[in-house]
């Protein structure tokens, strides 16, 4: 504390510590150093949401537990251990994003679990229940064997095979004997097929049975006109009005329990749990616990926080009431939104324009912080919520519109909105990843890399390079003198390292207002290796090329055969090592995405067809934990930013729709 003193006081040397210049320029500091990340994992420091969820579904009795909590914060990855507390239980999950389900099934391989993919009505074992047991549906009746379900189908398939087991190996060679495994009945089902899930669980023992739905909202963003408009919800409910014993659902923008009345009256009818025990078995789980920030940006480039739509006293007041029960609102209060309240408080201070009762009430800066051990994530959004608190206390309406309204002087973070340029001179301000979402997103990535587009090389020329580079070793090998070592370079790829997007020489080329002091990440260009990989995935040469480039679509439409998503899963592997820099998506992959996105944008056509719960959950994919150190929301038009910064008015769309579909579902289709 002595050094920290002297830092401030500017007696050590020439040094001297200045906070509102450390959270203007330094932040990117908070996200802890490399020994600070390197020793962060040799303790098991589990997040409250996966505390208090594995807490409520260990109760005893029928459970129903509503985890609500901001994305990264380990809902998912907590999964597969609950079986763990119920040895003799078959787990459910459920979630209409693939790339959730796949990294639900990887925590299972590596848990040892069996489990099996459930899509279409088929059930498809994994390696880890045994080799040989095939696809299994409902099978009808015939002269050898009766009807069975396909988890009977599967089951019997298990226990012949175990029959089986001993004969084989005893006929085998020794060597040979661990081909014959042991099969095993999977414990866990995954699946993205939502309107699979109520088939299964209706063929499950719903006593020794937990059922997770992540993201039960998805597909409820729009409220439809009748039951066929929207096939998504309307399976996700049936999913949710077949509870078994134990349930889980969460979502970032889950509706709250008393908003859900029909849901949570149909578990408790269900295992007949009278209404006044209702809080001993529905639990909701909250947590407002947040990891870094992601900035709001308007068209103009500007950073928008909520404090500057308030016009009086009052409205902040309902904003200080709303933030602790909206993390992802509350994820905008960054250390810049807290730097920009201290700099306006000092120039309010300046021009005497604080009350006295103001001063009185707040603790300033320097004494908040103290210690600097202090300095985070989490005391940042704290200490800001405390300043926007205190100016609502004054109930001064000139006083908090100084303090709160945006300045015309403020100078714009990020270049103005345009979507043709943000490849191009504009890429230098979104390093990292860019994510954006769009109801055509193949057609939009088209649109943003024309320019790139137009210099592609042909295939057919780097494959010539190629093979003329091997020639040449080969023919260098051929008159080597005996017993010379020929040195043999590995062939190098002959793509231009200025279509390689955000790498330096693509921005040297195409950013020529680029600021000097531009951060850049380091981008690595693309090998032969990479190339052939590429070169195999079954779409045309375009999206090869931009491949290379480092930029692709998560469209499903690219996808030759749906039921095996080549193109896609490898954008999104892709993603996760790094090796893209800007991708663009439909609304299914905004739900639940772990990806290490720096930027995401929200464009118009998909801001129209969003509600507010979908377009925070999207936001919600920026500054993911442990995969970025910063994060920004860069918004099309300025009304979405509306919409999103106001207070909710009355019932979300996603609680319409989901109970609307509720009663329609228990009325067995007579009541809309």
Request: aromatic share 8%.
């Amino acid at each position: 504390m002595a050094v920290q003193n002297r830092f401030r006081d500017g007696s050590v040397g020439t040094l001297k510590f200045d906070l509102l210049w450390y959270l203007q320029n330094g932040a990117s500091l908070l996200a802890g150093s490399s020994f600070a990340k390197k020793h962060k994992t040799t303790v098991f420091k589990p997040f409250k949401i996966q505390v208090d969820m594995t807490n409520a579904i260990f109760s005893p009795g029928p459970q129903l537990v509503f985890g609500i909590a901001p994305p990264g914060t380990g809902k998912t990855a907590v999964v597969a251990h609950m079986l763990s507390l119920f040895p003799g239980h078959s787990l459910v999950f459920c979630c209409a994003a693939l790339p959730v389900v796949l990294g639900v099934g990887r925590i299972s391989n590596t848990l040892g679990l069996p489990y099996a993919f459930v899509k279409g009505r088929r059930l498809t074992p994994s390696f880890a229940c045994g080799r040989g047991l095939g696809t299994h549906v409902d099978m009808p009746a015939d002269l050898l064997m009766p009807a069975m379900t396909a988890v009977e189908s599967l089951q019997y398939a298990v226990v012949a095979g175990n029959l089986q087991r001993k004969k084989k190996r005893l006929a085998e060679k020794k060597r040979l004997r661990n081909l014959h495994d042991l099969k095993k009945n999977p414990r866990m089902f995954l699946m993205c097929d939502v309107s699979s899930c109520a088939w299964l669980l209706r063929q499950l023992d719903p006593m020794r049975t937990i059922l997770v739905v992540d993201e039960p909202p998805m597909g409820s963003d729009s409220y439809p006109d009748s039951p066929q408009d929207n096939p998504l919800a309307a399976a996700m409910l049936q999913t949710m009005m077949t509870p078994p014993y134990k349930c889980v659902w969460m979502s970032a923008t889950l509706p709250r329990v008393h908003v859900l009345p029909t849901l949570v009256s149909s578990f408790l009818e269900r295992f007949n749990v009278a209404p006044e025990k209702k809080e001993t078995h529905v639990t909701e789980c909250f947590s407002t616990q947040l990891d870094r920030g992601a900035l709001m940006c308007g068209p103009s480039g500007a950073v928008a926080f909520p404090h500057q739509r308030v016009g009086s006293a009052a409205e902040l007041k309902r904003l200080c009431e709303r933030l602790p029960g909206d993390p992802l609102v509350l994820k905008a209060y960054t250390e810049r939104a807290l730097a920009s309240l201290i700099e306006r408080w000092q120039a309010l201070a300046k021009g005497k324009k604080v009350p006295a009762a103001f001063d009185k009430i707040m603790v300033t800066p320097a004494k908040k912080f103290s210690d600097l051990s202090l300095l985070n994530h989490a005391s940042i959004r704290e200490y800001a919520v405390e300043i926007l608190q205190g100016i609502s206390d004054i109930g001064d309406d000139e006083f908090t519109k100084a303090f709160c309204e945006a300045s015309g002087a403020d100078k714009s973070t990020f270049p103005a909105y345009n979507m043709a340029e943000m490849l191009f001179s504009n890429a230098y301000a979104f390093p990292g990843l860019t994510l954006v979402a769009d109801d055509h997103p193949a057609a939009t990535m088209l649109l943003m890399s024309s320019k790139l587009q137009e210099h592609m090389p042909k295939m057919e020329s780097l494959d010539e390079d190629i093979k003329g580079q091997e020639a040449k070793d080969k023919q260098q090998a051929k008159y080597a003198e005996e017993g010379e070592v020929v040195e043999s370079a590995a062939p190098k790829l002959k793509f231009s390292a200025e279509l390689v997007i955000q790498s330096e020489q693509f921005l040297k080329r195409w950013c020529p207002n680029r600021p000097k002091d531009s951060p850049t990440i380091a981008r690595i260009l693309p090998t032969v290796q990479d190339y052939v990989k590429i070169k195999e995935l079954p779409v045309d040469e375009r999206w090869q090329m931009l491949a290379l480039s480092g930029a692709g679509s998560y469209d499903t439409s690219l996808d030759k055969d749906p039921g095996n998503p080549i193109y896609t899963q490898w954008v999104h592997e892709s993603m996760t090592g790094n090796k893209l820099a800007c991708v663009t998506a439909g609304k299914e992959f905004t739900w639940g995405a772990n990806v290490p996105a720096s930027t995401v944008v929200v464009t118009t056509s998909f801001a129209e067809t969003t509600s507010v719960a979908g377009m925070l959950q999207y936001v919600g994919r920026a500054a993911r934990r442990g995969l970025t150190t910063h994060g920004q929301a860069i918004f099309e038009r300025e009304e979405d930013l509306d919409r999103i910064f106001q207070s909710p008015d009355g019932l979300s769309t996603e609680a319409l729709t989901m109970e609307r579909y509720a009663n329609w579902w228990l009325s067995k289709g007579k009541q809309w």
